[in-house]
Structures are given as C-alpha cells and as structure tokens.
C-alpha cells in the first residue's frame, strides 16, 4: 500500500504536465499568426510556474521568482544592458512608464514589443495559476480542455492556421487529463486507499476509450463543411466597417514608419501622436531608409545590411549629389518625443553629433541611420548643405547608356524589375516618355501624369491586390485611388521601365510649425508625417527627389538659371550685390512659400478625408467601448463560473422566494440535498434522511437539517399537508442553503 499524499502528489505532478502541454499548444499557434518568436524563453516561463505551484511556493516568493525571469529575458532581448546597469531598472521602468500613457490614450498599436512581451508573460502567469486553481481546489479539468479546443478552432476559423493535428493531440491529452482528475476527485471523496496494483489496472480502459476514440474520430469519413468559410465575409465586413484599415498581412494598418513594405496595399489608421520635434532654418523632408528591390508586392533592399560605426568626428559616407549643387552648411536640431531605434535626417547631410553618446550606426545598403532601441538620447544636431538643382544640367542628361556601361551593377539594382510586371505597365511608361528627348522631361511627365486629376489620394477603402496581381499595375489601371505608397512605388515602376535609375524613400514630411526662434523655426513631425517619395538618379548630378503623390509638393529646390557657381556662392553674391539675380530669390520665396502652403494644405485635406476613422472620433470610440465591454464581460462569465458555488445557492433561494404552496417543497428540499453534495456534504446509499440530517447538523452546529427532514418525510411518507409548515420552515432551508455555499453558522430560526 501507498500513502494518500505520495498517490495526490504523483497524481497532481501528472496532472501539471498535461496541463504544462495544453498552455503549449496555446503558444505553438501564435509563431504562425503573430510576430512571436523566441517560443522557449515562454515555455521555460511556464516550467517555472507550474513548478513553483508544484512545490506550494509562497506566493510573494513566486512573483519575485517570476519577477526576475521576466526582468532577465527581455533584457536578453530587447536592451542588453550590462547586469549592473539592470538592477537599477530605469530603462525598463521608463519603457514601463512610456507603455502606460499608451494604454491610458487607448493607442494599443504604439506599444512597445517588450512591453507586450511583459503582458504576454503576466497573461501565462494568470493561465497557469487558474489551472492550478482547478486542479488542486476544483479536482477538473474538463472547462480548461473545452477552452483550448475552442481557441483552437477560432485561430483554425479566422486566422492563417492549421489546427488539425493540434485538436487531435488537445482531445487525447484532454481524455486522459479528464479520467485522471476524475479518479483523484473519487479517491479524495470516498478516503480510498490506494494500491499498486490499483494503479497499475486503473489507466487500461482510461487508454483503450482514448484509443478507441481517437482511431474512430480519424478513420471514419469526414462530410464537407455544411457552412461557407465565414472569413471572407469577415474580412468584408472589416473593411466596410473601419474603411479597410487592413493591409495586405490582413493586420490593423496605422500609419507611422514601418521597416516591413514586403506587401503594400489596404488603408490605414490615422495618428497625430509626436515622433520629433526639428529647429531647422527651413521646411524640408526627412529620409529615413532607401529600398531598391520591388516584388510586385512592395519593397525590400537587395543587398545585405553593411552596418558601419560612424564617430561624432567623422562624416557620414552617404552620397547625395555632387558637391557643386550643394549649398552652404547648416545646422538643425532634432528632439526625440518617443523612443526610436532610427533617426531623421535631410538629404545632404554631413555629420550627425548626439548628446549623449558619441558614436551611431550607418547601414550602407539602404542608408538608414541606428541607434540603440534602449538609448537614452534626447536630441542630436544634423550638420548639412541643402542641395539646389539646377534645370538646365538636368535637362542635359539626355539616357543612361554610358551609366549602363560604366556601373553595370549600379545600373541593373536600380532598374530591376519582376519578370512578371504586365506588359501594359511599360507600354504606360513609353507612350508617357516617348515625345520627350532628355531625362529630367521624362522623369516630370510621369510625375505630372500621377499628380494630375485621374488619380485621386485617399487613404481609405485602399484596395489589396489579389495573389495573383501587380500592385502597380492594380493603381494605375483598375484603382486610381491611393496615398503615397501607391504613387511613389508606381512612379519608381514607370520610370525603371523605360530605363531611368530609381529607388523608393522614406520618411516624413517637413511637418506642422509649432513655434519659431530667431532663423529656426519648430516643427513638429508625426506619425501621421510618414511619407515616401522617389529619388531619381543623374548622371553627373546624383540623387534627385520627385513627388507623385497626388496634392503634395516637392520640398527641393528646383533654379531655372544656368548657372555653373555653386548655389552657396550665388547666395552670396546675392547677398552682396544687387544684380539680375537679385529678382529671382523672392520668386523662389514666394515659390518656396506657396508650395508650403499646397503641402499645408494637402495635409489637412488629407486630415479630414480620414478624420472619421481617427481615434478620437465618436465612432471608433464605440467601437473600442465595444471591445472593452467584451473583454470584461468574458471576465465576468469566467469569474461567474469559477465562484458558481458561492452564487449558484443564492439563485436557487430567489427562485423559490414566492413558492410557498406545498408542491414545491419537495424540488426545494431536493434541491438542498444537491447543494449540500456539491459542498462535500454527501448522503451515503445506506443511510437514511434522519441519519443524514444529524450528520449535517452536527457539520454546522445546529438542528436545522433534522427539522426541515422531519416536514418532508411528514409530507412524503404521511401524505400530510405542509402549507404552513413549508412557509414557516423556508427560513430554515434558505439558511442551510447559505451555509452549504460558505460553510459559515447562522442562528436564524424559524
């Protein structure tokens, strides 16, 4: 024989393994449809926590423990501070802090991946906890199962996920978790001895029914489904409702800077929150990333990152133009308003210089500019010459054969195309280009025929292409309608197609004015700034920005004069003298502050065409009330089943508040019996009502049970009107009622 507490602990350690595989197969699903990764850092989470239950850890000690798994693994992943500097806390307490004011604005899209990180180590904590609850206090396990089967077949439904195998390994782990709870359940309740013996012959027919069961539910034929696929007509209905918000990974789309533009397409979230703050002498675009490699779907960099450390000393090697369009050197300051691992800079710029920290990270492939995600920066000050392009040399480049020739690699990575581009895509761009006999005429007629009235920027209701169409070739023929993605990636198309170098940018746009000091003036960039253009390159010149995008205006500065002094002498001539050119600079301020005005402009157009899908517009405040009245009405029925005992007998009580004839005394006092069972108060198959009665008096002190026994075996075996008697012994059995949910002495009488 064996002791009852080695037979629960064996039987409790079985049980945690089940349930340490069922929370397993609640991850497996989320690598496929999220952005998970590291899948071992949560089981080995969930290790812990059903070990620590396991031992009767307390609890303080448990949090601590999980605590400090928690503070190791995301700095493992996402800050790497030295062990030290981690104790201290203060990186992960301010993306702590920074997450929270995203919570309390309801901007659930602008939380951080290692405060999700934390929410998802909180949420497998509360799992294993519930669990737990189960096993040890409730002795099932049968509600968890049905939960996991049900999530399973949602993800299967809704989501990109197979969940076949994934339900078959839920039901027989389920099956034998079940016959395993209910067994202990028995053993506890009836005070069994258990042998060796016993155990060695229990789990046989527990193993043939899971057996048997599993073959039966794989071999037998399976019929069609009775109901359509519901998720076509929920991705309609989404798209409907929130203005297609969904891009083509079928996610919620917010604008904002993005590294992944693999698949482009679907509209997107307006978001006003504040990315920087830039004092600069004038309003321009902010680079961000170039991409050089278009799919048919979007965008991604040909070649591998090429990371380099630059030095606040040393200037940044990215090639702009050529050093005779460049103008006189500036200076411009940019103030972080959230934590970025990017920073903003102008095209022509020098030299960048942090606060803070005296180095940073430039990758050559696509330019993009790093800095640690956990950097402590505040601000940093751009050194650049803004360059001017003179149209009379662009105009002089008239092909790029001698380019072919010359850089073949530059060349053939900046005119790459899918093999599987329509042909009507090229056709599109010769018929465009074909009466023009220079480079920069033919660059301009694509540019003016995006931004003339046949395309229409719009940012909702923005179309997806299907599998098997070109996102261009969907734009320019079918849709017409779009915002910058659509017209700065068709543009790049156009032009490569006949044979023009090309990449796509991004960025921001120069902003709103917040304010201004002297020559700076503020400005400040959002979410909502998130831009992209194209950047065409001459022979001779560099890099020159062109925007397609329908009611934007271009921020660089484009002379009529040809003349060949560099644009920082000329100013200075001007400065100096009052000549012919002197005439020409308020025409280009005059330019310069009309075309601010169109881009201001187009800015809030753009503002109010989205403004009913912003998020503090009344119907999508509905709609999140909606979500949240969900989430805590889920709560509140998990919680309402978890605590049925203590509410349950209180119903019944209701039920029978204004039942006073005889008839239902009888269900009433059935109905006791019921309860009293479910509180461990059990009538044995031998023992008489009496018997029992005593029994469960003497369990709560007092002699309720034996006088309401004593009406009913009157009313049952005597045949005996109880009309009074029910009425004036109702107290009784509502007080037992009560006692059998909170096993608590009460002295109400009848």
């Not at 009379?392 to 899918?418: G, I």
Request: glycine share 6%; proline share 5%.
């Amino acid at each position: 024989m064996i002791t009852i507490r080695k037979q629960k602990g064996l039987q409790t350690f079985i049980l945690y393994v089940i349930g340490f595989i069922l929370i397993w197969e609640w991850l497996r699903p989320l690598q496929q449809i999220t952005e998970i990764k590291n899948l071992p850092v949560f089981l080995g989470f969930l290790v812990i926590g059903f070990v620590l239950s396991f031992l009767g850890v307390h609890w303080i000690l448990r949090i601590i423990i999980n605590g400090c798994y928690m503070i190791l693994v995301i700095n493992h992943l996402y800050y790497q501070e030295p062990l030290i500097t981690l104790l201290k806390l203060d990186t992960i307490i301010k993306d702590f802090a920074l997450n929270i004011g995203h919570v309390f604005r309801m901007d659930w899209l602008g939380l951080t991946n290692s405060f999700r990180t934390f929410l998802l180590f909180v949420t497998l904590d509360c799992i294993v906890f519930l669990y737990t609850f189960w096993v040890k206090k409730r002795k099932g396990i049968f509600f968890f199962v049905l939960i996991t089967i049900i999530y399973l077949a949602i993800l299967d439904t809704f989501f990109p996920f197979q969940a076949d195998y994934a339900v078959i390994r839920t039901f027989i782990i389920g099956l034998a978790a079940t016959g395993l709870a209910h067994f202990s359940k028995l053993v506890e309740q009836e005070r069994l001895t258990v042998s060796f013996a016993l155990i060695k012959r229990w789990p046989i027919p527990l193993v043939v029914i899971i057996l048997v069961c599993a073959g039966v539910g794989i071999v037998i034929p399976k019929p069609g489904p009775i109901w359509p696929d519901p998720m076509p007509y929920v991705v309609t209905f989404a798209n409907q409702e929130d203005g297609n918000m969904l891009n083509a990974k079928g996610k919620l789309h917010k604008i904002g800077y993005d590294e992944d533009d693999t698949q482009l397409g679907g509209g997107f979230i307006k978001d006003d929150t504040p990315v920087f703050t830039v004092k600069s002498p004038e309003k321009q675009y902010w680079r961000v990333e170039t991409k050089d490699f278009y799919s048919g779907k979007g965008w991604v960099v040909s070649e591998k990152d090429n990371f380099q450390q630059i030095k606040d000393s040393e200037e940044l090697p990215i090639y702009s133009v050529e050093p005779e369009y460049l103008g006189e050197t500036s200076e411009l300051e940019v103030v972080f308003m959230e934590r970025r691992d990017h920073v903003i800079y102008p095209q022509g710029v020098n030299r960048l210089k942090f606060h803070k920290q005296n180095f940073y990270h430039y990758n050559e492939a696509n330019e993009k500019i790093q800095i640690p995600p956990d950097n402590q920066l505040s601000s940093y000050t751009v050194q650049y010459q803004r360059p001017a392009f003179i149209i009379e040399d662009l105009k002089n480049v008239t092909a790029s054969e001698n380019l072919r020739k010359d850089m073949p690699d530059f060349y053939t990575r900046y005119t790459q195309l899918p093999e599987n581009l329509p042909a009507r895509v090229k056709e599109l761009a010769i018929r465009l280009t074909e009466n023009e006999n220079n480079q920069y005429d033919k660059v301009k007629a694509i540019e003016e025929y995006l931004q003339s009235s046949r395309f229409t920027y719009k940012t909702e209701n923005i179309p997806i292409p299907g599998k098997e169409e070109d996102y261009v070739d969907q734009f320019l023929f079918e849709t017409m309608i779009g915002y910058c993605d659509n017209f700065s990636t068709s543009m790049a198309v156009l032009l490569r197609s006949v044979g023009i170098p090309s990449r796509w940018v991004k960025g921001y746009t120069g902003g709103t004015v917040i304010g201004s000091e002297g020559e700076l003036t503020t400005y400040k960039i959002t979410n909502n700034n998130a831009h992209s253009w194209v950047e065409v390159y001459f022979s001779g010149i560099g890099w020159v920005p062109f925007e397609p995008t329908n009611g934007f205006t271009n921020a660089v500065d484009f002379i009529e004069e040809s003349e060949t002094v560099s644009t920082e002498n000329a100013l200075q001539q001007e400065r100096e003298s009052e000549s012919n050119v002197q005439p020409e600079a308020p025409n280009l301020q005059r330019k310069q502050q009309t075309e601010q005005q169109i881009e201001e402009q187009s800015e809030t157009n753009s503002d109010k065409e989205t403004k009913p899908f912003t998020i503090n517009n009344d119907w999508k405040n509905v709609k999140i009330w909606w979500v949240i009245g969900g989430i805590l009405a889920g709560i509140f029925v998990l919680l309402s089943y978890i605590l049925r005992r203590r509410w349950l007998p209180y119903w019944v009580i209701f039920q029978y508040r204004n039942k006073n004839d005889a008839k239902y005394f009888m269900p009433a006092y059935l109905a006791l019996l019921k309860r009293l069972e479910k509180s461990g108060v059990i009538k044995e198959e031998d023992e008489t009502l009496n018997q029992f009665a005593k029994r469960v008096d003497e369990f709560f002190n007092n002699d309720f049970m034996s006088r309401l026994t004593e009406q009913y075996e009157r009313y049952l075996y005597r045949n005996e009107q109880v009309d009074t008697g029910w009425g004036s012994c109702k107290p009784i059995w509502e007080e037992l009622m009560k006692l059998a949910a909170e096993k608590k002495t009460y002295l109400t009488l009848c």
